[in-house]
T-cell receptor, first 114, second 116 residues
Framework: AQSVTQPDIHITVSEGASLELRCNYS??????LFWYVQSPGQGLQLLLK??????LVQGIKGFEAEFKRSQSSFNLRKPSVHWSDAAEYFC????????????FGDGTTLTVKP | KAGVTQTPRYLIKTRGQQVTLSCSPI?????VSWYQQTPGQGLQFLFE???????NKGNFPGRFSGRQFSNSRSEMNVSTLELGDSALYLC???????????????FGPGTRLTVT
């Protein structure tokens, strides 16, 4: 079975600083990987996805993520954080043999200091 | 293209009652998944429907059920509500999600269910 670990429950960064959110997955084959963002009381918005090919993927809102098979990681990065980026971020993995099910990490809450 | 819509957005029910939540997927999407989100358990997969058939089910009791209609709209039902069923219920739609490949899921805003 697949699983996802987000080691950081809460991260605080200053506005304008760079950001990296960590995600580690467990799955025997090449996974389908996603990052979502959730604002309070809202649903999840897809930031980016990795299916295959180039291991550095670009997403919306200036986010990017890098897939590293050797480290089973899919870390999310942003070079300069804006106050509006404060939210909860979820990493997820999907597999073709598990129809319709994405397995999510516990999430990382991002606080942005002015 | 309109996004995933869920109704109602908020619900307050009493223990022992039942509730039905509705989800309309993005036009053209045939896969609809349901998730329960709570502070303690995080995002938990309930079930997935594709072409009116339940293809996958998470580890939830039989009180949780669902169905999908021919237009891909989906409903989930929770019978004999318990306090622990209080949660945000999220619906996600996808073009397809299974052996034919994995497609990204698009989430609705959720239905906030409070059981008193």
């Amino acid at each position: 079975a697949q699983s996802v670990t987000q080691p950081d429950i809460h991260i605080t960064v200053s506005e304008g600083a760079s950001l990296e959110l960590r995600c580690n997955y467990s799955y025997g084959a090449t996974p389908y990987l996603f990052w979502y963002v959730q604002s309070p009381g809202q649903g999840l918005q897809l930031l980016l996805k990795y299916f295959s090919g180039d291991t550095l993927v670009q997403g919306i809102k200036g986010f990017e993520a890098e897939f590293k098979r050797s480290q089973s990681s899919f870390n999310l990065r942003k070079p300069s954080v804006h106050w509006s980026d404060a939210a909860e971020y979820f990493c997820a993995v999907g597999v073709p043999t598990n129809a319709g099910k994405s397995t999510f990490g516990d999430g990382t809450t991002l606080t942005v200091k002015p | 293209k309109a996004g995933v819509t869920q109704t109602p957005r908020y619900l307050i029910k009493t223990r022992g009652q039942q509730v039905t939540l509705s989800c309309s997927p993005i036009s053209g999407h045939r896969s609809v998944s349901w998730y329960q989100q709570t502070p303690g358990q995080g995002l938990q997969f309930l079930f997935e429907y594709f072409s009116e058939t339940q293809r996958n089910k998470g580890n939830f009791p039989g009180r949780f059920s669902g169905r999908q209609f021919s237009n891909s709209r989906s409903e989930m039902n929770v019978s004999t509500l318990e306090l622990g069923d209080s949660a945000l219920y999220l619906c996600a739609s996808s073009l397809a999600y299974g052996l034919a490949g994995v497609h990204e899921q698009y989430f609705g805003p959720g239905t906030r269910l409070t059981v008193t």
